[in-house]
């Protein structure tokens, strides 16, 4: 099975800080994404990479940016947290045939 | 670009009673269709999708969909619900082509009553 790992499932940043949220797949997939989940907002697409050193801005994209510099790896990188950038962040991957792997989600708290 | 939208943000239901959520998409051309389930306090999981062929779907615990072109409608529906699919549900399409990303609606959650 396609494994989407994220490094940290809690995190208390504070304001202002710099913060980087990890997430690795051990597929081989071209494609990868990051969305927020929200309450009554579901999932909104933050930023997706379609190839190494390839980005493309989501619905949402505000405040983020993201780094892929290896295909299994795609960063997302918070320049500088703000509280309502609190909230959890999913990850996922997916290969030629459409379907989607999700990560466990990374709880993010900025104070 | 794509959008999605759930009709209802939230539906309670008794066990037994039989289930509809609703879910239209905007995008003019070929998509790929999908519900997701999250449970309390647990991560996404793929009910059902639709990629082309039948239009009805079978899923997971009982649940199906059927994709409507002429509506651009794909509603979940599953006949007697049981306590256990107390959880939110989120209906996501895919336009089929390169570089686009899954679109999700924004939610609906179920709560079912014992």
């Known amino acids: 099975d396609v494994k989407v790992t994220q490094s940290s499932r809690y995190l208390v940043k504070r304001t202002g800080e710099k913060v980087f949220l990890e997430c690795v797949q051990d597929?081989?997939?071209?494609?990868m994404f990051w969305y927020r989940q929200d309450p009554g907002l579901g999932l909104r697409l933050i930023y997706f990479?379609?190839?190494?050193?390839?980005?493309e801005k989501g619905d949402i994209p505000e405040g983020y940016s993201v780094s892929r510099e290896k295909k299994e790896r795609f960063s997302l990188i918070l320049e500088s947290a703000s509280t309502n950038q609190t909230s959890m962040y999913l990850c996922?991957?997916?290969?030629?045939?459409?379907?989607?792997?999700f990560g466990s989600g990374t709880r993010l708290t900025v104070v | 670009a794509q959008s999605v939208s759930q009709h209802n943000h939230h539906v309670i239901l008794s066990e037994a009673a039989s289930l509809e959520l609703g879910c239209n998409y905007s995008?003019?051309?070929?998509?790929?269709l999908f519900w997701y389930v999250q449970y309390p306090g647990q991560h996404l999981q793929l009910l059902l999708k639709?990629?082309?062929?039948?239009?009805l779907v079978k899923g997971i615990k009982g649940f199906e969909a059927e994709f409507i072109k002429s509506k651009f409608s794909f509603n979940l529906r599953k006949p007697s619900v049981q306590w256990s699919d107390t959880a939110e549900y989120f209906c996501?399409?895919?336009?089929?082509?390169?570089?686009?990303?899954?679109?999700f609606g924004k939610g609906t959650t179920l709560s079912v009553s014992s």
């Open positions: 990479s379609y190839d190494v050193k390839m980005k």
């Open positions: 639709y990629f082309s062929g039948d239009p």
């Open positions: 996501a399409v895919n336009a089929n082509q390169a570089g686009t990303a899954l679109i």
């Open positions: 597929m081989d997939h071209e494609n």
């Open positions: 995008y003019g051309g070929t998509v790929n």
């Open positions: 996922a991957s997916r290969g030629d045939a459409l379907g989607y792997t």
